[in-house]
């Protein structure tokens, strides 16, 4: 009897770990899939090699999918914004390619920033050729990695946030939308030569690129010297480049103040301000090493792909 009721557990452990075992193999094929998706490439610009990390390819040039690049901030990298921001994840759930170009630094993977005219450090210092990188990345992509060059959308943080804009005014024929995340502009940008949907969100507790504008927090050493508008000129200077009407619509809450402006199809400006935000990447999975808390009132790959997927050019 006891023989038989031994028999018998080990036969439904046998049964449930066959159960098991598909399930398990799933997993594995699934992080092998989602690994052989992600890798470091590079491209050259002007005898320069430029890396980054591209994630969720689509090879498949018969569906074609956005794509999503991503700018880390002032001293991050390519590795480091993928780690943190969960933008890889926001891309497997939505069916996008996300891209994380790496800045420009001493350092190959580390400190690295980019060239925003009036910041940051050694990509400011170098001229580096963020732009000539950028687009001719958006080209490889769309070659390469079964991009649809009718939805290409870019984002960033900080220094990143700053590039982004760049990017937008210089590059409009490309960039189907943007969205930054704490970033600032300096009051000498250009006008695009044609308008680009813009998401902009600022903390108001952000002590590194303060709201009211002014100077740069403790790295002063890494910009010019240019004093930075307040948050509120990024979304003045894109309602004015996008023909938008000056008064936006409101809708304010304990959290966040959100402005919408009314503007031409396919032209849209929407600012959201985090009362309690400090300079983070909203919502972000992780921090870099003496960086703020991050703040949860909103999440920011949420609010950007609600955003920025309406678009198409």
């Known amino acids: 009897m006891k023989l038989r009721s031994t028999l018998i557990i080990f036969l439904t452990l ?24 992600t890798s470091q490439e590079e491209i050259n610009i002007n005898g320069v090699n430029r ?7 689509n090879y498949n040039k018969s569906n074609p999918r956005p794509l999503m690049i991503v700018l880390h901030g002032g001293g991050g990298s390519a590795a480091q914004a ?18 994380y170009p790496n800045g420009s630094g001493r350092q190959a993977d580390k ?6 005219t009036h910041c940051c450090g050694y990509a400011m210092e170098n001229n580096a050729n963020d732009i000539g990188f950028i687009s001719a990345l958006i080209d490889k992509a769309i070659a390469q990695y079964g991009v649809d060059r009718s939805r290409i ?5 900080s220094n990143g946030a700053m590039m982004t804009h760049q990017l937008a005014i210089a590059l409009p024929n490309k960039i189907t939308a943007i969205a930054t995340d704490v970033g600032t502009m ?13 998401l902009i969100m600022n903390g108001m507790k952000d002590e590194m690129l303060p709201f009211e504008g002014g100077t740069l927090g403790k790295f002063d050493k890494a910009w010019d010297g240019t004093k930075m508008k307040p948050a509120n000129y990024q979304a003045q200077f894109w309602a004015n480049a996008n023909h938008c009407q000056n008064n936006p619509k409101t809708f304010e809450n304990n959290d966040i103040i959100q402005n919408d402006y009314i503007c031409p199809y396919n032209s849209a400006v929407r600012q959201i301000i985090v009362k309690e935000g400090t300079h983070t990447w909203f919502g972000a999975t992780s921090r870099r090493k003496n960086a703020p808390e991050p703040s949860y009132d909103i999440d920011a790959n949420d609010e950007i792909w609600k955003f920025v997927s309406q678009f198409k050019r």
């Not at 993928?82 to 891209?99: C, D, L, Q």
């Not at 959308?153 to 943080?157: D, E, L, N």
């Not at 300096?186 to 308008?195: A, L, N, Q, T």
């Open 186 to 198: 300096f009051g000498d940008e250009k006008i695009p030569s044609s308008p680009v949907p813009v």
């Open 51 to 57: 890396t980054y990390i591209v994630d969720n390819v």
């Open 111 to 116: 400190f690295l920033t980019w060239n925003a």
């Open 153 to 157: 959308y870019v984002t960033g943080m």
């Open 82 to 99: 993928k780690s943190a921001y969960g933008m890889s994840e926001k891309a497997r759930k939505e069916n996008f390619v996300v891209i």
């Open 14 to 37: 046998l049964a449930g770990t066959a159960i098991a075992r598909p399930n398990f193999r799933q997993r594995i094929e699934q992080f092998k899939s989602q690994s052989q998706q």
